[in-house]
């Protein structure tokens, strides 16, 4: 070599020595971690999370948050699984596990990205499967504030199918896989409801008293958002509960597109847009272009709203699953943007809290909204309002799986059982899957839906488990029978089948009580044979006992593999709050004749009398008021179109949209039967072949128990129907009634009107359904009547009439509505439609005294929400003669009754040996007299199994204590009615003396984590 070259190889050398240390500068300057870590694990321990990690503001610009995102829908068009690990692409390009993958990644790559994540559940499965070096990455992330946890449920609910119930459940239990794994900067503070179809004034109200900061939602109505977008009202302070008051106010922002892109700046994989190309000798240079482009975008949106800040969602449906794609497309975006000479704009990665923290800090008056957003219309002919009914056996199970879910909660803290935790958690996290906006609407695919119905039921069968080693122990009756002792669970009384009671002769009937308030409930269980006794384990007394005849229509329901032909009825009395009533059941060895239809045409009691007309149509008297209903099944013809505009809308899984202009009346072509005795009156009656009913009153009772039975929907006739009943009544109601939001504070809703626009209506009687969750109600002011219907799970409901209240019970459709799913709603099981049935209880009369007939209805919303659970045990006697005639000690898990206006919402086990326990007043502020007065309990001495060392007020997620929630004050343009309700300060819990006093107003839930001590069983 020579000496030139010799210079040359050393000069090169040197740059390239240079040029590496220049590299490798930038390279930890971005903090590129995917080779070599920024930070240590050590060093992640440094917080600056919230509202600190925000970027600047400029007061003198516009402010555009740019928010990078996904939407990952937990089970939709694919199952939980399917979307997670990215199979069956065919039907969806969609894998979770890629997109955590990509994104932690590109957020290591530059620390000024930020990145929010909404789902739970997805995250909590990704989260497990990580190694030691991720997992140290995304905690850092997350105390930096780059990596934001919003919404933190287990799953992006459903508003409108949903039971509070399970809603404060899926969010705690989403809140403590989060708070146990990345403590106080993963802690969720703003509500993401960006997909839901419509919006409850209950979950504005949850979200308040989980100490959150605001909500942003997606959907509204498109009425609703022109005038919004018009008036700039698109963010206000919502007003969710009359009874909480300040407490429950919530600052909501509507959002401008939904949750998607700008149009032309989706940079996703799953696009089409150009990139954004920044070669200035490239022929396809385009950023000015671009930038003039995203600007007139941001001008038109800001001209909507009242500040100088404005949110652009840059994600959409299970995006990012290459994010370096998106970020690199961003980054030059905001660069680019930035620096064009005499911007007049801050572009900036942002999140949703920093979003809102920009709002807040302006000190400006809101305008307010104390209504929801129901029903919502996407254009003027989709009203979707279909889903409310939807999968309808799917909406019961779920409904169900809660009051399962609570009873084997209860029973574990109660007896203090050992190795329930993985069983708990399965169940949780299976119900937290349940709320799903695409699972318990019954927007999903069918695969989708049988494989919810899957993750339910192995929790359910589990939880078989539980409830018999629970009960076992704590009843002593594990103990004083063979080591193989079980108690059996049985999930199919609603078809009148059950193998414990149909397979032995003789055999112990259960009856767990999950409400806090002793209930008497009417104990049914199928059997073979036409003569059985009952008698007590607790007391020796023997009820009245009553066989009936199954209904035929029942016996052939497809899939219904059972020999039994009657039901025993016994009324068990008295079954004692958080506690259990044991009875042995036995088949006489003298037969009786089994009952025969009574030669009668009608069934009373002291309140109603019952009987079918010549058409065929249910009619109720009143016997001492001057109040009537006459009940009818009818049917809509469902609407079938291309889809291409709006008036070619279907009907279809989201929307109910009736061929016209009324439902239908069946041809009669049915009879009824009656049978009545000591315990029940039924009235067996038959419409047609797939429409019946059977209508049962009970002795002292003053509700009426409607069991329905719809299917299989013909569809021979290539025609989609819609099945309802109406109640139609004699109330002068003046286009008003009343539906539950979520279960809980009742709503007014006046037909063909909204509160906060001049609507215009072109689906009249799609356009005034509203979701109905426990209860729908008339009141005739001038009389004092009123009638509520009570509903067994979520229902789409409505008075189109004056008078009348409708509900819609089970709908098969032929036609696609075109909003994603590609399938029509046309369910079908065991080769044959499907058919469903449930139950009505119908509650009305006169309201002399307010407390006692809402105390009423407040009872019967509870026991059909929480009903008392009919579990089997082998009964290991000789007859039933042996069983032993003293009294035994009640089991409750009670010392004391609460007040009739406060229920216990939450008992639980919860972590390190502690309790998790919530109290909530059942009435609103006005309801009643007395009961809707504020209400006192010591709750040191309430529970018969452990005593109270110590206890902590949290916020209603149990994922903070109260005296640290500050959440946000924003201020309203008005100061209203409601704004005025009496604010006394939150009181804290007084202990003193061996007195734990809990003082619990009108509407409130209080949660509290309780130390305790275990008493002997």
Request: aromatic share 10%; charged share 25%; net charge negative.
């Amino acid at each position: 070599m020579s000496e030139e070259a010799t210079i040359f190889a050393m000069l090169r050398h040197e740059v390239l020595l240079l040029l590496l240390s220049l590299a490798f500068a930038h390279f930890l300057a971005t903090g590129n971690a995917a080779r070599i870590p920024r930070t240590t694990p050590d060093a992640a321990a440094t917080k600056k999370c919230d509202y600190e990690a925000c970027h600047a503001v400029d007061p003198k610009k516009l402010n555009i948050h740019m928010v990078p995102h996904t939407h990952d829908d937990v089970g939709w068009l694919k199952t939980v699984d399917q979307y997670y690990f990215g199979s069956r692409s065919t039907i969806q390009k969609a894998g979770v596990q890629y997109i955590l993958d990509s994104v932690i990644k590109a957020l290591l790559a530059d620390p000024s990205r930020r990145f929010i994540y909404v789902e739970t559940a997805f995250f909590w499965k990704w989260w497990l499967r990580q190694d030691e070096k991720v997992r140290a990455d995304v905690k850092m992330l997350i105390n930096e504030g780059r990596l934001e946890i919003i919404g933190g449920a287990w799953s992006m609910n459903d508003e409108a199918c949903t039971h509070y119930h399970s809603l404060v459940d899926q969010f705690t239990w989403g809140f403590r896989r989060l708070n146990d794994t990345f403590g106080g900067c993963a802690r969720p503070h703003i509500g993401w409801q960006i997909d839901p179809f419509g919006h409850s004034r209950e979950q504005a109200s949850l979200f308040a008293q989980m100490g959150f900061d605001g909500m942003l939602f997606g959907r509204i109505d498109y009425q609703d958002k022109s005038k919004r977008l018009q008036d700039k009202t698109m963010e206000f302070i919502w007003k969710s509960s009359p009874s909480l008051g300040k407490r429950a106010n919530l600052f909501t922002t509507a959002m401008y597109n939904t949750y998607s892109p700008p149009p032309g700046f989706c940079f996703d994989v799953l696009c089409a847009d150009e990139p954004m190309v920044d070669d200035l000798d490239s022929p396809d240079y385009n950023i000015d272009k671009r930038v003039e482009l995203f600007l007139a975008y941001a001008q038109k949106q800001a001209r909507a709203y009242k500040t100088n800040h404005i949110i652009l969602t840059m994600g959409d449906d299970f995006h990012y699953q290459q994010s370096e794609m998106v970020f690199g497309n961003l980054d030059k975006l905001i660069r680019y943007t930035n620096q064009r000479n005499g911007s007049t704009v801050n572009v900036i990665y942002s999140t949703p809290s920093c979003y809102l923290k920009a709002l807040n800090d302006l000190n400006l008056h809101w305008p307010t909204k104390s209504d929801d957003f129901f029903p919502y219309a996407s254009d003027p002919h989709s009203f979707w309002t279909g889903y409310f009914s939807s999968r309808p056996t799917v909406k019961y199970f779920e409904r169900e799986g809660n009051n399962l879910l609570q009873a084997s909660k209860q029973l574990v803290a109660l007896t203090n059982l050992k190795n329930h935790d993985k069983p708990l958690e399965h169940f949780r996290e299976a119900m937290g899957v349940m709320q799903h906006h695409d699972a318990v609407t019954g927007t999903e695919k069918q695969l989708v839906a049988n494989d919810y119905s899957r993750i339910l039921y192995e929790s359910m069968d589990h939880a078989g488990e539980i409830i018999s080693q629970a009960i076992g122990k704590w009843s002593g009756m594990a103990n004083n029978t063979a080591a193989s002792f079980k108690i059996f669970t049985c999930l199919e009384l609603n078809i009148s089948s059950c193998a414990f009671s149909e397979e032995n002769d003789m055999f112990m009937v259960v009856v767990y009580n999950p409400l806090s308030r002793p209930v008497s409930t009417y104990v049914r269980v199928p059997v073979q044979y036409s003569s059985y006794s009952v008698r007590s384990l607790i007391d020796g007394v023997y009820p009245a006992v009553q066989i009936v005849p199954i209904p035929e229509e029942v016996k052939k329901i497809p899939g219904r593999k059972s020999n039994a032909t009657n039901d025993v009825v016994f009324r068990a009395s008295n079954v004692p709050p958080l506690g259990i009533l044991v009875y042995v059941v036995a088949k006489k060895t003298q037969e009786d004749i089994v009952e025969q239809p009574q030669a009668v045409n009608s069934i009373s009691n002291e309140v109603y009398s019952i009987h079918v007309n010549t058409n065929g149509d249910l009619e109720i008297n009143w016997n001492k008021q001057n109040m009537s209903v006459m009940q009818t099944f009818h049917y809509y013809i469902g609407a079938e179109g291309n889809n291409e505009i709006f008036a070619n809308r279907s009907s279809g899984a989201y929307i109910f949209r009736p061929k016209e202009t009324s439902a239908r009346n069946f041809a009669y072509s049915g009879s009824h039967k009656i049978y009545t005795g000591p315990v029940v009156q039924e009235l067996h009656h038959t419409i047609n072949e797939w429409v019946s009913q059977v209508v049962r009153i009970y002795p002292g009772e003053e509700h009426i128990e409607f069991n329905w039975l719809v299917g299989p929907i013909p569809v021979k006739d290539k025609i989609g129907k819609e099945i309802v009943t109406r109640y139609t009544s004699n109330l002068q109601t003046d286009k008003t009634f009343y539906t539950d939001s979520n279960g809980r504070e009742m709503l007014k809703r006046v037909r063909n009107y909204r509160p906060t626009w001049d609507l215009k209506l072109e689906e009249p009687i799609s356009g005034n359904y509203y979701p109905v969750i426990s209860k729908i109600a008339l009141k005739d002011e001038k009389k004092q009547l009123k009638l509520n219907i009570l509903v067994d799970r979520s229902q789409g409901g409505s008075s189109l009439e004056d008078g009348a209240i409708e509900l819609m019970l089970h709908r098969r459709l032929l036609k696609d509505d075109a909003f994603g799913v590609a399938e029509a709603l046309n369910e079908t099981a065991f080769g044959e439609g499907l058919v469903v049935r449930g139950t009505h209880y119908l509650f009305g009369g006169k309201v002399k005294d307010a407390d006692e007939f809402v105390l009423k209805e407040k009872e019967l919303a509870l026991k059909l929400a929480l009903h008392s659970w009919i579990l089997g045990a082998p009964a290991n006697l000789n007859n039933i003669e042996n069983v032993p005639a003293e009294p035994k000690k009640l089991i409750t898990g009670l010392n004391k009754a609460l007040p009739p206006n406060v229920h216990i919402l939450t008992l639980e086990p919860w972590k390190d040996g502690t309790i998790l326990l919530r109290l909530e007043h059942l009435f609103e502020v006005g309801e009643a007299q007395q009961m809707s007065q504020p209400v006192e309990i010591n709750i040191q001495n309430l529970f018969s199994t452990f005593t109270i060392e110590s206890i902590k007020e949290t916020t209603l997620g149990a994922n903070q204590l109260l005296s640290e929630n500050k959440p946000m004050q924003w201020e309203s343009e008005t100061n209203d009615v409601m704004q005025n309700v009496e604010e006394a300060s939150r009181q804290t819990v007084e202990i003193h003396d061996n007195v734990i006093n809990v003082l619990l107003k009108p509407m409130e839930i209080r949660t509290f984590i309780l130390k305790v001590k275990q008493r002997p069983l």
